[in-house]
């Protein structure tokens, strides 16, 4: 590039800071050079003053460039441990909050129970997600209604359930599970579903 | 001897720049970052449900179009067809199973008709009206999934049209709840 100078900002900024070790290694170069030369000490007396301040000049510079560089990463490492910080919550801006429009109902072919006995180990749940809370009430084909839950939260799920009365043993085809749907957020009431199902209750 | 030493000076002097570098890089790369990570507690397996379908949440005049019915579990043996119909016992409906809206859901309150047409696909053709009894005495079908689909093989498009209101009807959000029968049936 013709007609550029030393002192131009661009090459400035091209030469620093890898360029200190290279303005370094050529000024020593020149000094090999000039003390080569006889009957010059005064010139070499000179030479070495400017080489011995370029030289401390470089080492501070690069000790500022060492400093500076080792606060940047402690900064740029900070959020990043601060997220992993023990906690398995993703960032809020990871957060979608947003209401579905659907109701995820599971439904079962067959479900076994114990003949009299009101205790029973039934697994009855509310899919995460869902924009309501469940009550969930089990019906014998001739409406005869044996259970009616507590309200189940999306994500929440019973093991056990407790019979408003002890049933008889023998196979129900078409007994249903009512679930009825209140929103999460103001309890009224939503769209909901009634499955049918086969119980199998045996002795 | 003095030049030899002002030579010797510098090179050090060079040699010490290049030392800080390599051992700033040395330092960096065996940087030793402690964390205490303590692992979740293992979610317990999900429930085993034959089935989950995918109802619409809630039903109100402001949100009227086409709703869709999907499954996203469908373990049913082969032979078996999931099939979902509306059910007019449990939604807000007249005495005909007509289905209705209530201003605020009110069912005391001010009302508006609104029939439900179902469809098979989202270009809406051959629709029919769900909230009737069909000419065998049952509830019209509103989604039907063969075993293991959770594509329906009917259905599965429900668009609810609300009727035109009258002089003199009072304006605001009218609601409605759908309530839906969902049963295994032998294929055929």
Redesign the interface.
């Known amino acids: 590039m013709p007609g550029r100078r030393l002192d131009d900002p661009e090459v400035e900024e091209k030469i620093s800071p890898p360029g200190l070790h290279w303005l370094v290694e050529k000024c020593a170069l020149i000094l090999f050079c000039t003390i080569e030369k006889k009957g010059a000490s005064f010139v070499m007396k000179n030479n070495f003053i400017i080489m011995a301040g370029v030289t401390l000049f470089a080492v501070v510079v690069v000790l500022g460039c060492v400093i500076v560089g080792a606060m940047l990463l402690g900064k740029n490492s900070a959020p990043a441990a601060a997220n992993t910080g023990g906690s398995s919550e993703a960032p809020e801006d990871d957060v979608l909050i947003r209401a579905p429009d659907t109701i995820a109902i599971p439904g079962y072919a067959q479900l076994v129970m114990k003949a009299g006995e009101l205790l029973q180990d039934v697994e009855l749940y509310n899919p995460e997600g869902n924009p309501c809370y469940f009550i969930i009430s089990i019906a014998l084909p001739d409406g005869t209604e044996i259970f009616k839950s507590s309200p189940i939260k999306a994500g929440e799920k019973t093991d056990v359930i407790r019979l408003l009365q002890p049933v008889k043993a023998g196979t129900y085809e078409g007994a249903v599970m009512r679930y009825s749907c209140f929103s999460a957020s103001d309890d009224t009431p939503m769209n909901g579903a009634n499955t049918k199902f086969t119980l199998e209750v045996v002795k | 001897m003095k ?1 030899t030493f ?2 010797l000076v ?2 050090v ?2 040699l ?3 030392a ?2 390599y051992a ?1 890089n040395e330092t ?1 790369a065996t940087m030793t ?1 402690n ?4 692992a ?1 507690e293992p979610p ?1 397996p ?14 109100t005049n402001d949100s009227m179009g086409l ?2 019915i ?1 499954a ?2 469908n373990t ?1 043996p082969s032979g ?1 067809i ?1 099939v979902v119909t509306y ?1 007019p016992l ?1 939604s807000t409906c007249n005495s005909n199973g007509h289905f209705r809206l209530y201003k605020d ?1 009110d069912p005391l309150g001010p009302e508006l008709g609104c029939r439900i047409l179902v469809y098979s696909n989202s270009e809406k053709t051959q629709g029919k009206y769900l909230d009737v009894y069909n000419s065998d005495g049952k509830q019209e079908v509103a989604a039907a999934f063969p075993a293991g689909s959770t594509t329906p093989s009917y259905g599965g498009f429900l668009e609810f049209v609300p009727s035109a209101g009258y002089p003199g009807m009072i304006s605001g959000t009218y ?1 409605g ?8 049936r032998d294929v055929g």
Do not use: C, Q, R
Request: proline residues 7%.
């Open positions: 030049k002002i030579a510098l090179i002097a060079m010490s720049l290049s800080t570098a700033e960096s970052v964390y205490e990570f303590t979740p317990d999900p429930p085993t449900s034959t089935y989950v379908v995918n109802i619409p949440s809630s039903i709703v869709e999907t996203s579990e049913l078996k999931l059910d449990y859901g609601i709840t759908v309530h839906f029968n969902i049963e295994v």
